[in-house]
């Protein structure tokens, strides 16, 4: 299964949704759209559901042009942020709706909501309403709806952000799984760069309607093409070339940056060597996992991260230092 997006453009108005956009995606990708607010990932979503015409451009799957086809037609599978479930049906006839309405035989509805209310662990909840249901459980049966009638391609519209953080880890994995087991093509919008990192094979950031950048997880977060998109995927320290030279000049080695470039070096990146010389510690925040650290150096200010507890205290003096390969240089736009 391939989709083939090109040059998609969709204006309302005088606001640009999405400004032309392009891109391929092959089964059994799972593909994150990553993006602040605004910046048109429900569009181009529903655009690729069909629930949204493009102004221009052109939608394939495997070379079969879908770009004027009702979304009904598609045969996706969607599930969008939250209360999408049919409120007057219970989960067993939400889960066979797309079933039933294409005409399948009730005999094979019953069977085959069976296998999925078992696949999403909610079997003793069939007849239950959706407002009996915690937001986790609703979102696994939209899920379990979505995935029913085995669709061509699955669509998520940020399925897990309404749910608090431990269901949506949990929920997370789950879909992982599922996407793996059914090596189904899926495209999920989100605009938690932790989630796209964890689960995407491609991670797609988009800036105001357009591409910012396309590639693997590590492609995003280790080399990032822009500004934008080294600020969007986590935090960084970034460091300005004159502050590099004057500073840091460790960091330039192999590399001879353009004017304007910026160093961009994660957190996790900056060693701090106790009892060393060149750097204060202001603060110290302890987050369970790793600790943050908050130093000043005579280039400014620098977050660093360690693993676990910090032996380091407000107000002491550390040496600096920079892991090898730990920095990627980005334009300034
Ligand atoms: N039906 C519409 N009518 C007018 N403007 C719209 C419509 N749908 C979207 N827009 C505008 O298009 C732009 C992109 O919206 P979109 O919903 O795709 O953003 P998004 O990336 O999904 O944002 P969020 O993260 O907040 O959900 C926004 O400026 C929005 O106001
Ligand atoms: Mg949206």
């Known amino acids: 299964m391939q989709l083939e997006i090109s040059n998609l453009r969709k204006a309302y108005g005088a606001t640009v ?20 607010s605004g910046c048109g990932k429900t569009t181009l979503l529903r655009m690729i559901a069909g629930l949204v015409a493009p102004d221009s451009g052109r939608l394939l799957l495997n070379s079969e042009d879908l770009t004027r086809v009702p979304a009904r037609r598609r045969g996706f599978g969607i599930v969008f942020q939250s209360y999408s479930l049919f409120p007057n049906m219970t989960v067993a006839e939400n889960i066979g709706y797309g079933l039933r309405i294409r005409g399948d035989e009730a005999q094979r509805v019953r069977i085959r909501v069976l296998e999925l209310l078992d ?78 990192l964890t689960l995407a094979d491609r991670v797609v950031c988009m800036r105001q309607g357009s591409i910012a950048q396309a590639g693997s997880p590590e492609d ?38 353009s004017d304007g470039a910026t160093a961009c070096v994660r957190p996790e990146d900056i060693v701090l060597v106790s009892g060393g010389a060149g750097a204060t510690v202001k603060s110290v925040q302890f987050l369970g996992n790793i600790s943050r650290v908050q130093v000043a150096w005579p280039g400014g200010e620098l977050v660093a991260e360690q693993p676990g507890m910090a032996a380091l205290a407000a107000g002491a003096n550390v040496g600096l230092a920079f892991k090898p390969g730990g920095c990627a240089w980005v334009s300034a736009s």
């Open 220 to 257: 995003l977060y280790r080399r990032p093409a822009n500004r934008f998109v080294a600020d969007f995927m986590g935090l960084s320290n970034m460091i300005p070339l004159e502050t590099v030279q004057k500073f840091a000049a460790q960091l330039l080695e192999g590399h001879v940056p």
């Open 119 to 196: 696949v999403i662990r909610l079997s003793e909840l069939a007849d239950r309403y959706p407002w009996q249901l915690s937001g986790g459980q609703q979102q696994r049966v939209a899920l379990a709806r979505a995935i029913a009638a085995e669709p061509r391609l699955l669509l998520l519209d940020e399925p897990l952000s309404a749910l608090d953080a431990k269901v949506r880890t949990d929920l997370r994995t789950e879909i992982r799984n599922l996407q793996q087991q059914l090596g189904l093509l899926t495209i999920m919008v989100t605009h938690d760069q932790e989630e796209a």
């Open 17 to 36: 949704a999405l400004d032309g956009v392009s891109f391929t995606a092959t089964a059994p990708q799972f593909v994150c759209m990553l993006g602040p």
